[in-house]
C-alpha cells in the first residue's frame, strides 16, 4: 500500500477515534477519549461512523488486501483499535496502530488449505488439477490419509492431557472430517486470513461447478437429473 494510502487511512481512524461516545450511562452520547476506560460501553457517532467506513474502503481498494483479508477482519481489528485508544485515553496511539495493521496484513504469508465437500460428482481418477481448484477423491488410501493429518494434528496441542487431545480428535473427525471422506472434494489453497481464505475457496469452486454444469449441458441430454454443486447447496445423489 502506498504511503498517500497510509496517510489518509491514519487520518480516518484518527477521526474515528476522536468521534467514539459513551453508549450508555449519564454521559451517553458524549465523547469518551480522554475520559472513559476501555471497560466502558462505547460506540461513534455519525461523523465517527463515516470516518470509519471510508478507512475501511480504502483499505479494501487495496488489490492485496482485498486478496488476504474480510471486511470482517479490519472491523474487528478497528475496533481493538479504538478501545487501545480509550484505554491510553489518546488518540495519538492510532497512527502506529494503523502501522501495525497494515504489517500484519502485508506480511501474511502462511498458506491456508480450504476443503470443499461436493455433491454429484465421482472421480475415477486420484486428482485432477483445473485452474486454482484441485479435485481430490477422498476414498480408500487418500480417506486414510486425511484421517491421520487430521488427528495428527489433534494430537500436536500441547496445551490439552493426551485424554482430552483424544476427545478433541474425535469431536474433530464427528464433526468435520466425516463430512469429506467417501466424496470428491474441491481443495483450494491462499495465503490469507482464514474467513478470506474460506470466501475465496467457496467463489473458486463454485465457478469451477458453473463452468462443469455448462459442460455437462453441451454434452448430456439429461442435464436436468444430474445435480452437482457443494455440500449443503445439491442434494445428495
Not at 486425511?146 to 494430537?155: H, V
Amino acid at each position: 500500500m502506498h504511503t498517500e494510502a497510509i496517510k489518509s487511512i491514519a487520518r480516518k481512524l484518527v477521526s474515528a477515534a476522536d468521534n467514539l461516545v459513551f453508549a450508555a450511562g449519564k454521559r451517553e452520547g458524549t465523547k469518551i477519549v480522554g475520559v472513559g476506560t476501555d471497560r466502558d460501553a462505547f460506540t461513534s457517532n455519525d461523523e465517527g461512523i463515516k470516518a470509519e467506513d471510508d478507512a475501511v474502503a480504502t483499505m479494501l481498494k487495496d488489490r492485496e488486501w482485498r486478496s488476504k483479508v474480510t471486511e470482517k477482519f479490519l472491523r474487528n481489528r478497528i475496533n481493538e483499535m479504538m478501545r487501545d485508544a480509550i484505554k491510553a485515553g489518546t488518540n495519538d496511539i492510532v497512527p502506529k496502530e494503523v502501522e501495525k495493521l497494515i504489517t500484519e496484513v502485508e506480511g501474511m504469508n502462511r498458506e491456508l488449505l480450504v476443503i470443499v465437500p461436493l455433491n454429484g460428482i465421482y472421480m475415477q481418477t486420484p486428482e485432477l488439477r483445473m485452474g486454482n481448484v484441485l479435485l481430490r477423491n477422498v476414498r480408500g488410501e487418500a480417506a486414510k490419509e486425511l484421517e491421520e493429518r487430521c488427528r495428527a494434528f489433534s494430537m500436536k496441542n500441547t496445551f490439552y492431557s493426551e485424554e482430552e487431545k483424544v476427545e478433541i480428535a474425535q469431536h474433530m473427525h464427528d464433526g468435520y472430517v466425516s463430512k469429506l471422506l467417501n466424496k470428491t472434494c474441491a481443495e483450494v489453497r491462499i495465503v490469507a486470513e482464514s474467513d478470506r481464505a474460506e470466501e475465496y475457496a467457496l467463489e473458486a469452486t463454485r465457478s469451477l461447478i458453473d463452468m462443469l454444469r455448462f459442460a455437462i449441458l453441451m454434452v448430456e441430454h439429461r442435464y436436468r437429473e444430474i445435480q452437482i454443486g457443494i455440500q449443503g447447496e445439491a442434494p445428495e445423489g
